[in-house]
């Protein structure tokens, strides 16, 4: 089982749409948990940060982590195709020093039609 | 304020080659990691340097080093090219003293590099 799953999509929805994009991890000891953006030939730009559990609010944009079921979600509402990028997740846990770093998704690929 | 630069942006080598890539931190950084991008394994650390420091290393062969300089700015090298080695190689940046866990972390747009 890998650390962490993502379906890849490519996930296609029409514009002002809700969008859920999840992944799973299998390393109880995570305890940050990322979602970047990616444009096409760009480096990913990082959207959502959560410590912990629970949810995190920004704009038009949604993080929820819920640790019992290791399942970690990204909402947008009010899709726009300015949001058609790929969404990676990422999660790792600090083991004290300098030990313990970032586990990718391999990302969803989203295109939202006007 | 200036992003985080990498160059060369875009580069071809052949296998046996060896190749240097440049990372440039945003001003006041002082924090670096530097990243490997596949479609197949996807986005997978690499290393980290804070302060000339190699903090943390991933899991990649010997073949794969880096450094830091006084002014923050990094280099990754990699010797003996191999195909597998095409990628898109990303640096990102932060204040803290690590990369990892800042909620202020800018990656660079990446150097493109192809193996033939």
């Known amino acids: 089982q890998k650390e962490v799953e993502q379906d890849p999509g490519p996930l296609s929805v029409p514009e002002g749409a809700i969008v859920s994009l999840n992944c799973t991890y299998s390393?109880?000891?995570?305890?940050?948990f990322m979602w970047y953006r990616q444009y096409s030939r760009k480096g990913p730009e990082l959207l959502m940060y959560?410590?912990?559990?629970g949810n995190k609010e920004d704009g038009r944009f949604t993080a929820q982590v819920d640790k019992s079921s290791k399942y970690i979600s990204l909402f947008i509402r009010d899709s726009q195709p300015s949001d058609s990028a790929t969404y990676l997740c990422?999660?790792?846990?600090?083991?004290?020093?300098?030990?313990?770093?970032?586990?990718f998704g391999k990302g969803t690929k989203l295109s939202v039609k006007p | 304020k200036a992003g985080v630069t990498q160059t060369p942006r875009y580069l071809i080598k052949t296998r046996g080659q060896q190749v240097t890539l440049s990372c440039s931190p945003i001003s006041g950084h002082r924090s670096v990691s530097w990243y490997q991008q596949t479609p197949g394994q996807g986005l997978q650390f690499l290393f980290e340097?804070?302060?000339?420091?190699?903090?943390n290393k991933g899991n990649f062969p010997g073949r794969f080093s880096g450094r830091q300089f006084s002014n923050s700015r990094s280099e990754m090298n990699v010797s003996t090219l191999e195909l597998g080695d095409s990628a898109l190689y990303l640096c990102?940046?932060?204040?803290?003293?690590?990369?990892?866990?800042?909620?202020?972390?800018?990656f660079g747009p990446g150097t493109r590099l192809l193996v033939l």
């Open positions: 990102a940046s932060s204040l803290g003293d690590r990369v990892a866990w800042s909620e202020t972390q800018y």
């Open positions: 340097y804070f302060s000339e420091t190699q903090r």
């Open positions: 990422a999660m790792g846990a600090d083991y004290g020093g300098s030990q313990g770093n970032l586990i």
């Open positions: 959560t410590y912990s559990s």
């Open positions: 390393n109880s000891a995570f305890q940050y």
